[in-house]
């Protein structure tokens, strides 16, 4: 059973426009939450993160908002650029396991010129 | 600056073979990690160490095992490679100091096919 679900596999946006990216979790004792981008033929690359005591973490484009009662996080990218083309993966961690990550299975993004 | 370094990046294995993936970090990290890729599963864990000497089992450790007898390598090891194995396998470590949350820094992986 998936604790970490991204469930759109992919997302084409316009360059300039909005990639909004969604992720839903199970396990509520997560306490910890952070997005990875993957170019293919490379490692994950961690992008940003947020802690359950917060509900929005900023960092220049990129932007995640958690919503604890629905279980529900979402990372924002304004503006898209083409760049930004790559497999978004979610994970999730709890600090009384061992803060190991548990992912989700990742959103295939395309930015268009 | 390597940080992860993953070794080999590709190989082809026959079904009964046994090899050993070799991951070593120069960051001085004290927790290290190695996650298989399966299309559309995202990343799993397969075994992790929290510091030299010590190893952990991950969520999906059955058919591996693994050694940290150096601070800055972890190998995994597969004894007898099946189909099922097939994967892009990824190691990753992190600092254990500052605050708990650090990010993980990952390899570029290593593709293994069994046939």
């Known amino acids: 059973d998936q604790q970490v679900k991204q469930n759109s596999p992919s997302l084409s946006v316009q360059e300039g426009r909005i990639s909004i990216l969604n992720c839903d979790y199970t396990?509520?004792?997560?306490?910890?939450f952070l997005w990875y981008k993957k170019y293919p033929a490379e490692g994950p690359t961690f992008l940003i993160s947020?802690?359950?005591?917060?509900d929005k973490n900023e960092d220049g484009r990129f932007t995640v908002f958690l919503n604890k009662s629905a279980k529900h996080l979402s990372l924002h990218i304004v503006p898209s650029q083409p760049g930004d083309s790559a497999v978004y993966f979610c994970?999730?961690?709890?600090?009384?396991?061992?803060?190991?990550?548990?992912f989700g299975g990742g959103t295939r993004v395309l930015v268009k010129p | 600056n390597a940080g992860v370094t993953q070794t080999p990046k590709f190989r082809v294995l026959k079904t009964g073979q046994s090899m050993t993936l070799l991951c070593a970090q120069d960051?001085?990290?004290?927790?290290m990690y190695w996650y298989r890729q399966d299309p559309g599963m995202g990343l799993r864990l397969i075994h992790y160490?929290?510091?030299?000497?010590?190893?952990a089992k991950g969520e999906v450790p059955d058919g591996y095992n693994v050694s940290r007898l150096k601070k800055q390598n972890f190998l995994l090891g597969l004894e007898s490679a099946a189909p099922s194995q097939t994967s892009v396998y990824f190691c990753?470590?992190?600092?254990?100091?500052?605050?708990?949350?650090?990010?993980?820094?990952f390899g570029d992986g290593t593709r293994l096919s069994i046939l």
């Open positions: 990753a470590s992190r600092s254990h100091q500052g605050f708990d949350n650090q990010p993980q820094h």
């Open positions: 396990n509520s004792m997560f306490d910890y």
């Open positions: 947020i802690s359950s005591i917060k």
């Open positions: 994970a999730a961690s709890e600090k009384a396991a061992g803060n190991k990550l548990t």
């Open positions: 960051m001085n990290h004290e927790y």
């Open positions: 160490s929290v510091g030299e000497g010590t190893t």
